[in-house]
């Protein structure tokens, strides 16, 4: 067997959510992605540019030793292996439809690299390639890395630059004295909100599991509004809105909220390829506030000081917890989803044009995962609009759908448009 290694923080993290997963739910933690193809690539070319972008990444050729799920470790990289990129017609289907397929097949971790990809061709030729990756493996930032390499490879493969660290490197990092210091000092945080966080849970009102995703072009444009106005972040503005819909359902002024730290803030890490995402503790208190302005700047700062203690060590913290069992569980969690080279407001990179409407669109889907939080809310900025979408369990429909109006609503209201 492979040399073996810890696991970084955030690897850690993954593993922590998904180890009591019954095989019936081990596809939960995967992720498909469609990437379109230039015309004239063929699967030569193809599988040459994903096999430059696999050599560089250690994320993407390393297996789990996972036989003590508490003691869980990385094997070393296995060596770039020369496969074929196996090819799939798509019969005319969608690709997001044959890519979502591909996504509800499990990976072994500890057989297995966490990742694979398809060739899909129409009618012979190439049109697209299906990237499907386990969160271990890669987080949103690193996915949409990985296809910005892939086309500058389609183009070049041996062009791509420098070698990324890996996460082995990452974990090294994260136990050194000044690494150990961070995790000491996260570990406080938790600590400190825990000791002064009310319990405030989210009603039970029903016995399902619903995601609703609201889209809304209005409500992105007003949410840069609203955060030029604070000078705050975009991300702070619509948590600040969707907050305080989750307080007002719980009736309370002071909510305890999970918010997914990147932990991507330093130059070294930020390229790379594995999950370096992280659950952290906020408190917001006044969350029913009218003024969303004021609220935005509150949401702002707390979250700062969250994001700030982003890398933890997820056992310590499960002990901690066992230690105050009558510490409240947070009420709600939030993530902005940040991907290199997002687009900004009025740009349309991608050929399509700001809808320009006011009326936002909700639409409800079968949740391809339960892994997480209970009440659990994902915004994403697209070209043209804000897309929020909310995961919540044993939450009634009406609410959710109060929840995502609200934001759209508040995020109109605060920027002067009724």
């Known amino acids: 067997m492979s040399e073996a290694r810890p696991l970084s923080l955030g690897q ?11 095989a019936a739910r081990w596809h939960e933690p995967n992720n498909a992605a469609v990437w379109p193809l230039p015309p004239g690539v063929d699967r030569a070319r193809a599988g040459t540019a994903l096999r430059a972008v696999v050599a560089r990444h ?100 041996d062009g791509l630059g420098p070698l990324p660290p890996g ?13 150990l210091r961070r995790q000491s000092a996260a570990l406080d945080h938790w600590k400190r909100l825990l000791a002064r966080a009310p319990s405030a849970p989210l009603p039970r009102t ?15 444009r007003a949410a840069h509004a609203v955060a030029e106005q604070a000078q705050v972040s975009v991300s702070s503005v619509v948590l600040a809105a969707y907050a305080r819909g989750v307080a007002r359902i719980c009736g309370t002024d002071a909510l305890l909220v999970q918010l997914m730290s990147a932990n991507r803030f330093a130059g070294r890490w930020k390229g790379l390829v594995t999950s370096m995402n992280q ?26 000081t969250a994001v700030r203690h982003g890398m933890y060590d997820v056992t310590a913290v499960a002990a901690l917890r066992a230690r105050l069992p009558d510490a409240p569980e947070p009420t709600c969690a939030f993530n902005y989803v940040a991907v290199p080279g997002s687009t900004p407001p009025g740009d349309s990179r ?69």
């Open 279 to 304: 659950w952290v503790p906020a408190l917001l208190d006044d969350a029913r506030n009218d003024d969303l302005h004021a609220l935005a700047t509150a949401v702002h700062w707390s979250g700062l």
């Open 167 to 179: 996460p082995a490197e990452l974990a090294a990092d994260q136990h050194t004295p000044a690494g």
């Open 58 to 157: 250690p994320s993407l050729r390393t297996r789990y030793d996972l036989q003590d799920p508490d003691a869980p470790n990385q094997l070393a990289p296995d060596d770039p292996l020369d496969d074929d990129l196996p090819s799939i017609d798509d019969g005319g289907a969608d690709p997001e439809a044959v890519a979502a397929e591909l996504a509800a097949e499990p990976f072994h971790l500890g057989r297995r690299h966490g990742w694979r990809a398809r060739l899909l061709t129409h009618r012979g030729a190439a049109s697209h390639l299906v990237f499907v990756k386990h969160h271990i493996a890669a987080d949103a930032w690193a996915q949409e890395l990985l296809q910005q390499e892939f086309r500058q490879a389609l183009a070049d493969p």
């Open 350 to 418: 991608d050929g399509q044009a700001d809808s320009g409407a006011d009326t936002p669109v909700i639409t409800w889907e079968e949740p391809f995962t339960t892994i997480g939080p209970r009440c659990y809310a994902r915004a994403l900025e697209t070209a043209d609009s804000l897309t929020v979408r909310l995961t919540a369990k044993d939450v009634g429909r009406q609410q959710c759908a109060d929840v995502l109006l609200g934001i759209h609503q508040a995020l109109l209201t605060a920027a002067g448009r009724r």
């Open 206 to 220: 029903a016995d399902t599991v619903l995601q609703g995703t609201l889209r809304s072009g209005a409500a992105r």
């Open 12 to 22: 850690l993290s993954v593993w922590h959510d998904i180890r009591g997963l019954p």
